[in-house]
T-cell receptor, first 111, second 111 residues
Framework: NAGVTQTPKFRVLKTGQSMTLLCAQD?????MYWYRQDPGMGLRLIHY???????AKGEVPDGYNVSRLKKQNFLLGLESAAPSQTSVYFC??????????FGPGTRLTVL | DQQVKQNSPSLSVQEGRISILNCDYT??????FLWYKKYPAEGPTFLIS?????DKNEDGRFTVFLNKSAKHLSLHIVPSQPGDSAVYFC??????????FGGGTRVLVKP
């Protein structure tokens, strides 16, 4: 039981490049979330999903897109990366009102 | 406008003494509060929670206190141990399943 896994762990992009972050969970959770963590800002919700095939905007969705084609996977896409998107990205999942379980994070640097 | 604030970015405490972490919130719709602990290069892990209908919840060395009238909660760690050195995030939940996080408090427990 791996819990929540994230791919990749680290990535360096140039401004304007695109990439996709993959989150996978093996706990059959309905809800999945993408957060970014910046110094002093805590974790801010980017997008979330309440079930397969659904997505919704969080607090800071601009510049990101997401897809939840399979229940166990939640993808976060950056179409045209900007230096302001340099951050640590965390994926989380839970089953409705249960506590959220987090992945280990992806450290992204945009030059 | 941060709805959940942790005004102390860092805290240093001697091993064996009490650590007190504080968190203030502004949204009166929050009905559930959680503390997460985060080690470097790892995702946050759930520590303890409290419902808005309670004013105290205890789990071993960890106790969370909630003062609804003051919109304030605190986490007490007694006794503090070196392994408690981490960043602690306060989080709050309103209707639905989304969490709003504070900026975090870095705790250093000195041997």
């Amino acid at each position: 039981n791996a819990g929540v896994t994230q791919t990749p762990k680290f990535r360096v992009l140039k401004t304007g490049q695109s990439m996709t972050l993959l989150c996978a969970q093996d706990m059959n959770h309905e809800y999945m979330y993408w957060y970014r963590q910046d110094p002093g800002m805590g974790l801010r919700l980017i997008h979330y999903s309440v079930g397969e095939g659904t997505t919704a905007k969080g607090e800071v969705p601009d510049g990101y897109n997401v897809s939840r084609l399979k229940k166990q996977n939640f993808l976060l896409g950056l179409e045209s990366a900007a230096p302001s998107q340099t951050s640590v990205y965390f994926c989380a999942s839970n089953q409705r009102i249960d506590t959220q379980y987090f992945g280990p994070g992806t450290r992204l640097t945009v030059l | 406008d941060q709805q959940v604030k942790q005004n102390s970015p860092s805290l240093s405490v001697q091993e064996g003494r009490i650590s007190i972490l504080n968190c203030d919130y502004t949204n009166s719709m929050f009905d559930y509060f959680l503390w997460y602990k985060k080690y470097p290069a790892e995702g946050p892990t759930f520590l303890i929670s409290i419902s808005s209908i309670k004013d105290k919840n205890e789990d071993g060395r960890f106790t969370v206190f909630l003062n609804k009238s003051a919109k304030h909660l605190s986490l007490h760690i007694v006794p503090s141990q070196p392994g408690d050195s981490a960043v602690y995030f306060c989080a709050a939940r309103a209707a639905g399943n989304k969490l709003t996080f504070g900026g975090g408090t870095r705790v250093l427990v000195k041997p």
